[in-house]
């Protein structure tokens, strides 16, 4: 599986930008729906977080505390294809933005970057002040 990021950019504070990650496979077709895909983000000096998820089969969104009302995950299956639309854009969101999928995580390790097979290239977004 291979994850393709894209949809970063400059914005300014209280912007938005929507983030896209297209997965594509060795077989071709839809496939993404078995997939847990997420988000993770790593600023300069600072550990990758968890962002948000949407779990497979379409069973539940998730997302970090620090974002809750402000980003949507939301998934086409048709496309192979997982966004992040990201409202009220804060500087200190500044990073660059990674998905992620696997196909066989447990709920509890939703948010552990560790447990995703797959990653994608990422994507810089860069909020001015």
């Known amino acids: 599986v291979q994850l393709q990021a894209s949809g970063g950019g400059l914005v300014q504070a209280g912007g938005s930008l929507r983030l896209s990650c297209v997965a594509s496979?060795?077989?071709?077709?839809?496939?993404?729906?078995?997939?847990?895909v997420a988000w993770f983000r790593q600023a300069p000096g600072k550990e990758r977080e968890f962002v948000s998820a949407?779990?497979?089969?379409?069973?539940?969104?998730y997302y970090a505390d620090s974002v809750k009302g402000r980003f949507t995950i939301s998934r086409d299956n048709s496309k192979n294809t997982v966004y992040l639309q990201m409202n009220s854009l804060g500087p200190e969101e500044t990073a660059v933005y990674y998905c992620?999928?696997?196909?066989?995580?447990?709920?509890?390790?939703?948010?552990?970057?560790?447990?995703?097979?797959?990653w994608g290239q990422g994507t810089q977004v860069t909020v001015s002040s």
């Open positions: 496979g060795p077989s071709g077709g839809t496939f993404i729906s078995r997939y847990t």
């Open positions: 949407s779990r497979r089969g379409g069973t539940g969104t």
């Open positions: 992620a999928a696997d196909q066989y995580l447990i709920l509890s390790s939703i948010r552990t970057r560790d447990q995703y097979d797959y």
